[in-house]
């Protein structure tokens, strides 16, 4: 990879991607966003991979942006933001989000801004017990981008989502577990070894089926319920006839653990 601000490892059907500016708490820069985006063209051009990571090197996940990487140009004009995100922001949401495989973050520190959001969009997040997550927006006279006046309210409601839209209070790993804003808090000795059994168990699972999972969860957020009922017809009529479902039903009436190859 030309850019050494993401590693990427694949292995055993396991993604791997760290965001690697940990001098700058992972925040993004231009450079950044094009590696990450090279990144994940290559898994999604390799078949082996079952499970995306996504995780932070050093103290922090993801400080959002980069701030340094916008200033004001010698002409005085402002950076165009809109651009930045119509760009960089968005289309990365919407890649992990569209990934036919889970997504797993895990929040090993600080996630602000738009790396709190980045968080968000990911399928499963875990987060050390000392992470916080920062809504830092309002801060700079923003609005929660990268998806965060999407998933914030869908997550946590809308009055505590308002709250630390407007606050930009920092919302530590545990209250963000107990509101449903994360999956699960883990202690910090035990996070790297709970990320690593949560990854190695979805590589084995039936990734075919945890992928329509994870595309009729998020379409039923805005489908009614005769159309989710269809979607959801549909996605059994599929995956009914997949080697998975066979080898589950094999695996269960043999007594023994099944073999799932992700088809």
């Not at 985006?37 to 499970?51: G, I, N, Q």
């Not at 830092?136 to 946590?156: E, N």
């Amino acid at each position: 990879m030309a850019d050494d601000s993401i590693i990427l490892s694949i292995d055993s059907g396991i993604a791997r991607i760290t965001l690697n500016r940990p001098n700058k708490l992972n925040s993004f820069n231009v450079a950044m966003h094009e590696a990450l985006a090279e990144a994940l063209d290559t898994v999604e051009a390799d078949d082996s991979v079952r499970v995306l990571l996504l995780t932070g090197a050093g103290k922090g996940f993801c400080a959002g942006q980069d701030l340094g990487d916008r200033a004001v140009s010698t002409a005085g004009e402002a950076p165009d933001l809109a651009y930045s995100v119509e760009t960089y922001y968005a289309p990365l949401v919407r890649r992990l989000r569209a990934l036919p495989l889970p997504v797993v973050c895990g929040v090993n520190g600080v996630a602000a801004g738009a790396g709190a959001n980045l968080a968000l969009a990911c399928d499963l997040v875990v987060a050390r017990r000392s992470a916080r997550f920062i809504e830092s927006f309002c801060k700079l006279g923003l609005i929660p981008d990268t998806g965060g006046t999407y998933f914030l309210a869908r997550r946590i409601g809308m009055a505590r989502a308002m709250g630390i839209a407007m606050l930009g209070e920092p919302i530590d790993a545990p209250t963000a577990a107990d509101w449903g804003l994360i999956w699960r808090c883990v202690d910090d000795d035990a996070f790297e070894a709970e990320i690593d059994k949560l990854v190695e168990h979805l590589s084995k699972a039936p990734t075919r089926g945890l992928a329509r999972t994870k595309e009729l969860m998020y379409a039923g957020a805005n489908n009614n319920l005769d159309a989710q009922l269809d979607a959801e017809r549909d996605a059994m009529g599929e995956l009914g006839r997949s080697a998975d479902y066979a080898e589950g039903v094999a695996a269960f009436s043999e007594k023994r653990t099944p073999e799932f190859k992700g088809r």
